[in-house]
T-cell receptor, first 116, second 111 residues
Framework: AQSVTQLDSQVPVFEEAPVELRCNYSSSVSVYLFWYVQYPNQGLQLLLKYLSGSTLVESINGFEAEFNKSQTSFHLRKPSVHISDTAEYFCAVSDVSGGSNYKLTFGKGTLLTVNP | ETGVTQSPTHLIKTRGQQVTLRCSSQSGHNTVSWYQQALGQGPQFIFQYYREEENGRGNFPPRFSGLQFPNYSSELNVNALELDDSALYLC??????????FGSGTRLTVV
């Protein structure tokens, strides 16, 4: 069985400050890793993903995450946040060997609040 | 290309009733998954359909059932609704690679 732990339920930061949202996972097999963002009263939007290759992955809006297999982590970072980054962020994992069944296991989410 | 669309966006049902939620998958996607997101929680996997067959199920009772149609659209049916079924129900589609596109969800309130 897989599990995902997001270590902070809420992260308040000031605009233009750096931020790190932490995610650790547990799995007995190789995994794919994802970060999703959810704005109020909306569904999930894929922010970035690690499937294979380079362990550092980047999004188009300045977020990046690094897959660390030895520490089973996939922390999300941004060097300078904007008010518009205020949202709930979810880390998720799926089993690489799932065949056609790649169910996602999500963490409980981290609410990022960017203050002026 | 169109994304994943879900209907309705909101609905209110009475305890004991039955509900059907609908999902149109993204063009070219043959796999559909359903998730339940309770307030303040992460989404929980309900089940997945691949080419009209259920090929994975989470820890949900049998009163949660589904269908996938030849055009890969899908339905989620919940019988004998309970108050704890109140949640955001999310549909996600993929072309079988584990890379999912999510819809905006259906907010179900059971009173």
């Amino acid at each position: 069985a897989q599990s995902v732990t997001q270590l902070d339920s809420q992260v308040p930061v000031f605009e233009e400050a750096p931020v790190e949202l932490r995610c650790n996972y547990s799995s007995s097999v190789s995994v794919y890793l994802f970060w999703y963002v959810q704005y109020p009263n909306q569904g999930l939007q894929l922010l970035l993903k690690y499937l294979s290759g380079s362990t550092l992955v980047e999004s188009i809006n300045g977020f990046e995450a690094e897959f660390n297999k030895s520490q089973t982590s996939f922390h999300l970072r941004k060097p300078s946040v904007h008010i518009s980054d205020t949202a709930e962020y979810f880390c998720a994992v799926s089993d690489v060997s799932g065949g056609s069944n790649y169910k996602l296991t999500f963490g409980k989410g981290t609410l990022l609040t960017v203050n002026p | 290309e169109t994304g994943v669309t879900q209907s309705p966006t909101h609905l209110i049902k009475t305890r004991g009733q039955q509900v059907t939620l609908r999902c149109s998958s993204q063009s070219g996607h043959n796999t559909v998954s359903w998730y339940q997101q309770a307030l303040g929680q992460g989404p929980q996997f309900i089940f997945q359909y691949y080419r009209e067959e259920e090929n994975g199920r989470g820890n949900f009772p049998p009163r949660f059932s589904g269908l996938q149609f030849p055009n890969y659209s899908s339905e989620l049916n919940v019988n004998a609704l309970e108050l704890d079924d109140s949640a955001l129900y999310l549909c996600a589609s993929s072309h079988g690679t584990g890379d999912y596109t999510f819809g905006s969800g259906t907010r179900l309130t059971v009173v």
